[in-house]
C-alpha cells in the first residue's frame, strides 16, 4: 500500500513559537492536504494544496499558517506563532495511485505548552 | 457536499459481522459515498466508496439503497482490529476535502 510520511511524530513547543511539520506524499502527485485533529474531536480539514498553489482552504487557515514545497518530495505546514489551541494531531494526505481515495500519513502531535 | 447522519457508536461480537448504518437523504446525483476508519489516533484510512452500485473488497462491502439516502458499510468477519471510529462522508470528488463528521465508534468484543 502505498505510504504518506509525516515527521517529527511528536513535537512540543512553547506559545508563540515557530513549528514546522514535514511530510512526504504518495510520489508524483500533485495534490496534497493537511488535516488537524483536536483531542477528542472530529477531523478537520485544513488546507489543499494543488502544482504548487493552494487550492482551498478552511477558515482555520488563517495568516498563523502556511504551506510550502521546499522541493520536489516533501510538504511542509509552518505555524509562525503557535497558540495553546493549536495543541492537536496533524495528518498529511495525498491521492493514491487511482485517485479514488486519500492516503494519510500517521500524524504529527503538536502540544503547545 | 450532503450531509451524513451515523449512530455514534456500535458494539459487535469478534467474527461476526458488523453492519454500520449511514443516512445520507440529501445526497445528490453527482456524488459519491465514501468510507473512512480511523484506529485510535493513526491517520484515517480510506475503506471503500461507492455511487449507486453495491461494492465489495477485500476489506468491506457496501450497499447503497436504490433511492441513495442510506447506506450500509459492512465488515464480514470483525476482527479485535476492526475496533475504530468509522466516518461515512459525501462528496462530489475523491481529492477534494473530506468533511468528517463524528463518526461511529465500533467496538469490536471478544
Known amino acids: 500500500e502505498p505510504e504518506v510520511t509525516q515527521t517529527p511524530s511528536h513535537q512540543v513547543t512553547q506559545m508563540g513559537q515557530e513549528v514546522i511539520l514535514r511530510c512526504v506524499p504518495i510520489?508524483?502527485?500533485?495534490?496534497f492536504y493537511w488535516y488537524r485533529q483536536i483531542l477528542g474531536q472530529k477531523v478537520e480539514f485544513l488546507v489543499s494544496?494543488?502544482?504548487?498553489?493552494?487550492?482551498?482552504k478552511s477558515e482555520i487557515f488563517d495568516d498563523q499558517f502556511s504551506v510550502e514545497r521546499p522541493d520536489g518530495s516533501n510538504f511542509t505546514l509552518k505555524i509562525r506563532s503557535t497558540k495553546l489551541e493549536d495543541s492537536a494531531m496533524y495528518f498529511c494526505?495525498?491521492?493514491?495511485?487511482?485517485?479514488?481515495?486519500?492516503?494519510f500519513g500517521p500524524g504529527t502531535r503538536l502540544t503547545v505548552l | 457536499d450532503a450531509k451524513t447522519t451515523q449512530p455514534p457508536s456500535m458494539d459487535c461480537a469478534e467474527g461476526r459481522a458488523a453492519n454500520l448504518p449511514c443516512n445520507h437523504s440529501?445526497?445528490?446525483?453527482?456524488?459519491?459515498v465514501y468510507w473512512y476508519r480511523q484506529i485510535h489516533s493513526q491517520g484515517p484510512q480510506y475503506i471503500i466508496h461507492?455511487?449507486?452500485n453495491n461494492e465489495t473488497n477485500e476489506m468491506a462491502s457496501l450497499i447503497i439503497t436504490e433511492d441513495r439516502k442510506s447506506s450500509t458499510l459492512i465488515l464480514p468477519h470483525a476482527t479485535l482490529r476492526d475496533t475504530a471510529v468509522y466516518y461515512c462522508?459525501?462528496?462530489?470528488?475523491?481529492?477534494?476535502?473530506?468533511?468528517f463528521g463524528a463518526g461511529t465508534q465500533v467496538v469490536v468484543t471478544p
Open positions: 494544496f494543488y502544482n504548487n498553489e493552494i487550492s482551498e
Open positions: 461507492g455511487l449507486k
Open positions: 510520489s508524483n502527485h500533485l495534490y
Open positions: 494526505a495525498s491521492p493514491g495511485p487511482t485517485y479514488n481515495e486519500q492516503f
Open positions: 440529501t445526497i445528490s446525483g453527482n456524488e459519491y
Open positions: 462522508i459525501v462528496t462530489t470528488d475523491s481529492w477534494g476535502k473530506l468533511q
